[in-house]
C-alpha cells in the first residue's frame, strides 16, 4: 500500500529553507575598511540589498505565506486551480492597496505567485 505524503512536507521545507535563504545573504562578509558610498550616510552594501535586491526580506515573506495559504487550501480540499487563483487574488488584493502607500510592486507579485504555484502543487486532501 503506497503512503501519502503529508502536507506538512512542503511547508516544513518552506520554513526551513527561506529562512537559511535569508541567512545566507545576510551572512555575506563586510569589507573591513571600506570607504563609505558617498558623502551621505547610506546603509551599507549587505544592508542594501537586502532592502531592494530581488530576494530581499519582504519578498521572501510574500512568497512564503503564499505558499502556506495555497497549501493549505489545498489541504482543505480545493483544487490545485483555485488555491493557486484563491493566494494569487490575495496577493494582488494586498498589492492594489500598497498601490495608494508604498506603491504596486509587480516582483512581490511574482514572488505570490510562485509561493502559490508551489503551494497549490502540494498534495490535497483524497476524497
Known amino acids: 500500500m503506497r503512503t501519502r505524503p503529508s502536507v506538512f512536507t512542503p511547508l516544513l521545507a518552506t520554513l526551513l529553507v527561506f529562512p537559511a535563504l535569508a541567512a545566507a545573504g545576510a551572512a555575506a562578509p563586510a569589507r ?29 515573506q510574500h512568497g512564503s505565506l503564499s505558499f502556506t495559504i495555497a497549501a493549505i487550501a489545498r489541504a482543505a480540499g480545493a483544487s490545485r486551480a483555485q488555491a493557486f487563483a484563491l493566494t494569487l487574488a490575495l496577493g494582488a488584493a494586498k498589492e492594489i492597496r500598497d498601490a495608494r502607500g508604498t506603491g504596486f510592486d509587480g516582483v512581490d507579485l511574482a514572488a505570490d505567485a510562485a509561493g502559490a504555484a508551489l503551494g497549490a502543487s502540494t498534495p490535497g486532501e483524497r476524497r
Open 32 to 60: 573591513a575598511g571600506s570607504a563609505p558610498d558617498s558623502a551621505i550616510a547610506f546603509p551599507s552594501a549587505r544592508d542594501r540589498r537586502w532592502q531592494v535586491g530581488p530576494v530581499r526580506r519582504d519578498r521572501l
